[in-house]
């Protein structure tokens, strides 16, 4: 009996270091969600900047097209290369973590008495080929084309599953969605 209850203490011991090794990456999952959304939010808004300064160029065109050269000063001045410069030095540089990564436990070797077969065997064996379970890249004018095929329906449930902004035209979402989405994203959506 002595023998099983160790036993059952090493295994329970190494459950409770998986699951400490779990919410350890959920944390980390749940601020890389958190990032890759303030990512998308910043996007989002350079984006629109890009098209008010296209909609004001476009309506400086029609209404005075000489005045071209003077929009096009303002704009240097405002986002040239010194206004960049100036925020890239503004912009902490990112500190690496120096936290290792969190790996799976490894379970101690069984300090059974000589001649008593342990309880339970925990090792595995890898196998010949491991399984690659990794999503193929998709060439993004794959999903640009596959996007602009789906129903402004279908692409707004798509939107939304993915948190982003469901307003606008069909071109404006799929633009919104073609650098979030893979292509099982669409097939599921479109299923």
């Keep these: 009996m002595q023998l099983l209850a160790a036993k059952f203490n090493q295994i329970a011991s190494a459950i409770d270091a998986t699951n400490a ?43 005075d ?31 690496e973590s120096t936290e290792p990564e969190p790996t799976a436990p490894i379970a101690p070797e069984p300090s059974a008495a000589p001649g008593v077969e342990p309880a339970i ?15 193929k890249p998709v060439a993004p004018a794959t999903i640009e084309k596959m996007l602009n095929e789906m129903t402004i329906q279908s692409i707004r449930k798509l939107a939304s599953a993915k948190g982003v902004d469901t307003k606008g035209t069909r071109a404006a979402i799929a633009g919104r969605l073609k650098k979030l989405v893979t292509e099982s994203d669409i097939w599921n959506a479109t299923a």
């Design 21 to 63: 090794q779990i919410a350890d990456l959920q944390a980390k999952l749940s601020e890389l969600q958190e990032h890759q959304q303030r990512l998308l939010s910043v996007e989002q808004a350079c984006q629109s900047a890009l098209a008010q300064v296209g909609t004001a160029l476009s309506m400086l065109n029609h209404v």
């Design 65 to 95: 097209p000489a005045e071209i050269p003077t929009f096009k000063a303002a704009v240097e001045a405002q986002f040239g290369t010194d206004a960049i410069a100036f925020l890239e030095s503004a912009t902490p540089a990112p500190v």
């Design 121 to 135: 065997d925990v090792a595995a064996t890898a196998t010949d080929e491991p399984i690659d379970q990794t999503p």
